[in-house]
Structures are given as C-alpha cells and as structure tokens.
C-alpha cells in the first residue's frame, strides 16, 4: 500500500530564510505532485515531476524528485510572507491512471 | 483557464439524509475526482471517473456512491448521512493526459448533525 509522508507537518520560518520541505513514499511510483492551498480556498498545482532527476522551479520555490530514494523536496529560498500556506505532495499509485495518495499537507507560515 | 465548480461552499444536514454534491468542470476533461480532506490526513480519494458512465472506487468508497451522466459533471452522493461523514469534499478534473495535473473546484464543507 502506498503511503506518503511530509515532514515537517508545521513550519513557522522567517522572511529571508531558506527552507525544504520533504515527502517520502513508500512504493515505486515516478510520478509525484506538489500542489499549495490558501486557508479557506481550493488546491492550486505548484509542479509536476515526472521522473527520476526532475527538478522544477518557479519564483522562489524549486522541486526535486529521487524516484530512487522515494524522496521529493520542496525548497524555500529567501522566504517571504506571500509563501504562507500549506503545501501538499501527492504520489501517483498506479502509473497513468492519476490516482493519487497525498501527504498530510505541510503548512508553513512565514513571519516579517 | 479551467473551471472546476461545486454547487455548495457550505452544507448542513442531518444523519440520514440524502445528500447530492455536484461538481461542474468546463474544460471537458474526460477525468473526474472526488476527495475528502481532514485536518492531518492530507486528501484522500473517495471515488473517480475515466468518462460518462465509468466509475471506479478510490481509497474510501464505503458511505459514498457516485454518479456521471455528462462528461462535464460528476455527482457524489451520501445514501444515508452520517456524523463521521462531516468533512470539507473537494472535486477535481484532468485531461487524459497522465502528465498533466489536477485541477480542483473551490470545495464543499459538510456538516452532518
């Protein structure tokens, strides 16, 4: 059974600072999401890593996957307020067939 | 852009109610989610949709069954409503495509007293 696990589940950092957040699944799978949600909103999709060695960047935030190690970062580089949400991982279970297995959702707040 | 929309932000009923969740996309993806996210336990898939007519159950299908008559739309529905059923239910879309991602509506908070 696949199971995924982020760490930490909560993050209070300050602007500036660089952070990582980790997810670690269980089962072989070269497919893994990152998505973010707002408090009281929808998910919105971050990135989509598709195999072994991905890495994807947007602004601030960049995402690895190591299919190998069962093992996705989510990295913060110069933090700042805007980033404050919380940030979920999700692991596909069957190749193609998008079914996915979430982490528990990692929610960070980031402090002036 | 993709539109994913859910008939209800909020929603009270009580145990045993029949209870209807809708979910509207307009970007005619053939696939279609439902979830239930609970504090601490992340998302969890509850049942899904290839295309109209097709079902599949998810990770947690007990309580819940599902209905899909038109390619945009995918109904969740409580038979019987029940206390642990109080959750907030979050629908998604996705193109065939297995690399693209999933788009999600606003989501439903149901509360069952």
């Known amino acids: 059974e696949l199971k995924v696990e982020q760490n930490p589940l909560f993050l209070s950092m300050q602007e500036g600072k660089n952070y990582t957040i980790y997810c670690n699944y269980s089962t072989t799978s070269d497919r893994l999401y990152w998505y973010r949600q707002d408090p009281g909103k929808s998910l919105e999709s971050l990135f989509v890593?598709?195999?072994?060695?991905a890495v994807k960047q947007e602004g601030r935030l960049m995402a690895s996957l190591d299919t190998k190690a069962r093992l996705s970062t989510l990295h913060i580089t110069a933090a700042v307020h805007d980033l404050s949400a919380t940030y979920f991982c999700?692991?596909?279970?069957?190749?193609?067939?998008?079914?996915?297995?979430f982490g528990q959702g990692t929610r960070l707040t980031i402090n002036p | 852009d993709v539109k994913v929309t859910q008939s209800s932000r909020y929603l009270v009923k009580r145990t045993g109610e029949k209870v209807f969740l809708e979910c509207v996309q307009d970007m005619d993806h053939e696939n279609m989610f439902w979830y239930r996210q609970d504090p601490g336990l992340g998302l969890r898939l509850i049942y899904f949709?290839?295309?109209?007519?097709?079902?599949e159950k998810g990770d947690i299908p007990e309580g819940y069954s599902v209905s899909r008559e038109k390619k945009e739309r995918f109904s969740l529905i409580l038979e019987s409503a029940s206390t642990n059923q109080t959750s907030m239910y979050l629908c998604a879309s996705s193109p065939p495509v297995a690399t693209d991602t999933q788009y999600f509506g606003p989501g439903t908070r149901l509360t069952v007293l």
């Open positions: 999700a692991v596909e279970k069957l190749q193609g067939a998008q079914k996915l297995v």
């Open positions: 949709s290839y295309d109209v007519k097709m079902k």
């Open positions: 890593l598709l195999s072994n060695g």
